[in-house]
C-alpha cells in the first residue's frame, strides 16, 4: 500500500500525478524483488518544508529535493535484493502482515525547479526522484562513485523499463 500525503499548495497534484507516483513506486519496488506486500508513505511538501525536515534530521539547513527514510537495514554494501532470502520478517518490519519499507518527503516546488533546470517535464522529474528515493529504502547509496554509478544505472533501467526516457 503506497499512502500519500499532500502537504503543500505550490504545486497542483491532480489524480494522474498521484496515480504515476504510486504506479512508479509499485513498479520500482517490483523490479527490485519486493515480493510481499507494502507499505511506504510519500508526503509532498514545499521547499520550506523539506529543509525544515532537512534540518531536524540531518542537521543540514538547507531545502533538498528529496529525502528518504527507511525503515530497514542493510548488511554494508547489500540491498534489498541481494539480502531478501535472509531477511527476518518479524514483527519489527511488519504492520498487519505489510512490510514496513519507509517513507520518502518530496518536493514538489523543487522537482518543479529542476524540471526547467534540466529541460524536462515536472512530471518526469517527480518520477525520477521518487524512483532515486525508492532506491534509498532499497538500500542504494551514492556517497561513494562506484555506489553513485550502480544507483543511477539502476535509476535508469527503471524509469526506461517504465516507458519514462530523458
Do not use: C, W
Not at 489524480?15 to 515480493?35: G, M, S
Not at 519489527?92 to 514496513?100: C, G, P
Request: hydrophobic share 35%.
Amino acid at each position: 500500500m503506497i499512502f500519500i500525503d499532500n502537504r503543500q499548495t505550490i504545486i497542483e497534484v491532480n489524480e494522474e500525478i498521484e496515480t504515476k507516483l504510486k504506479e512508479v513506486i509499485d513498479y520500482a519496488l517490483k523490479e527490485e524483488e519486493v515480493n510481499i506486500e507494502y507499505e511506504v508513505s510519500v508526503i509532498l511538501v514545499d521547499n520550506d518544508e523539506i529543509r525544515e525536515i532537512n534540518r531536524e534530521n540531518r542537521n543540514i539547513d538547507s531545502a533538498t529535493d528529496v529525502l528518504s527514510f527507511p525503515m530497514l537495514e542493510y548488511p554494508e554494501g547489500k540491498v534489498f535484493k541481494d539480502t531478501y532470502n535472509n531477511f527476518q520478517f518479524d514483527d519489527t518490519y511488519l504492520d498487519d502482515d505489510k512490510l514496513v519499507i519507509g517513507d520518502i518527503a518530496l518536493s514538489l516546488e523543487r522537482a518543479k525547479e529542476q524540471s526547467i533546470e534540466f529541460g524536462h517535464s515536472f512530471l518526469r522529474e517527480a518520477l525520477y526522484l521518487t524512483v532515486h528515493s525508492v532506491l534509498h529504502l532499497m538500500g542504494y547509496d551514492h556517497m561513494e562513485e562506484e555506489d553513485k554509478k550502480k544507483m543511477r544505472k539502476r535509476e535508469e533501467e527503471i524509469l526506461n523499463n517504465f516507458g519514462l526516457n530523458r
